[in-house]
């Protein structure tokens, strides 16, 4: 069974940043993906990162290119998501999952089939 669990959310003032980390197990980092999503009040759960499991590559939305850094650390069984420069519409609930791809390139992040998620960190942009 795999198990994923966030952490590193919290308050942070708009422009700031934050690190989000995913810890899950060794198996699940070597044979899925690993995507991270948000969910702001009463909108859609959306795509934003995801790191390959056949490379470790990074791959992200439009929105995030450029602040956000997807990592991965298989000895430590953690994938991070470092943020930056956010913005108070990035406030919201952020999980990560593993979705079912060898790689995230050429994939519409958010429309990923995912077999695990996480129970999510909250993240407030906000002065």
């Known amino acids: 069974q795999m198990q994923l669990v966030e952490s590193g959310g919290g308050l942070v003032q708009p422009g700031g940043s934050l690190n989000l980390s995913c810890e899950a197990s060794?198996?699940?980092?070597?044979?899925?993906?690993i995507a991270w999503f948000r969910q702001a009040p009463g909108k859609e759960r959306e795509g934003v990162s995801c790191?390959?499991?056949?490379?470790?590559?990074?791959h992200y939305a439009d929105s995030v290119k450029g602040r956000f850094a997807i990592s991965r650390d298989i000895a430590r069984r953690k994938v991070y998501q470092q943020m930056n420069s956010l913005k108070p519409a990035e406030a919201g609930v952020y999980y990560c999952?593993?979705?079912?791809?060898?790689?995230?390139?050429?994939?519409?992040?958010?429309?990923?089939?995912?077999?695990?998620w996480g129970q999510g960190t909250q993240v407030i942009v906000s002065t």
């Open positions: 999952a593993a979705v079912f791809l060898d790689t995230c390139e050429g994939t519409n992040i958010g429309r990923a089939l995912v077999g695990e």
């Open positions: 060794e198996f699940t980092l070597n044979y899925y993906s």
């Open positions: 790191i390959s499991s056949s490379d470790g590559s990074p």
